[in-house]
Nanobody, 120 residues
Framework: QVQLVESGGGLVQPGGSLRLSCAAS????????MGWYRQAPGKQRESVAL???????TYTESVKGRFTISRDNAKSTIYLQMNSLKPEDTAVYYC??????????????WGQGTQVTVSS
């Protein structure tokens, strides 16, 4: 009922910037929280940034001050502005969405992932 499409990944040098986008479609009225996760090779998936429908944002410690999550509710789209990128930011980045409590069926959704590579 909810589909997430990511874009904006690529190859950048250390210190560079990228902006990721994630557009939601389908039963978008049911969406509450949205955010970004990432998974590096051989590592577990970790949360990066979260945006609630009420406007609250949270970040993992390693990206604070460098990454900014934003949300365009009219377009059902979230963004992740990534500045001062480091090699350790290299990962597949996944968009995440969760339905409001009380909805039946699948409650969490994931995008297909977009590769971010930070290398000289």
């Amino acid at each position: 009922q909810v589909q997430l499409v990511e874009s904006g990944g690529g190859l950048v040098q250390p210190g560079g910037s990228l902006r990721l986008s994630c557009a939601a479609s389908g039963m978008i009225f049911s969406i509450n929280d949205m955010g970004w996760y990432r998974q590096a090779p051989g590592k577990q998936r970790e949360s990066v940034a979260l945006s609630t429908s009420g406007g609250s944002t949270t970040y993992t410690e390693s990206v604070k001050g460098r990454f900014t999550i934003s949300r365009d509710n009219a377009k059902s789209t979230i963004y992740l502005q990534m500045n001062s990128l480091k090699p350790e930011d290299t990962a597949v980045y996944y968009c995440y969405a969760r339905k409001r409590p009380g909805f039946s069926g699948q409650l969490s959704y994931w995008g297909q992932g977009t590769q971010v590579t930070v290398s000289s």
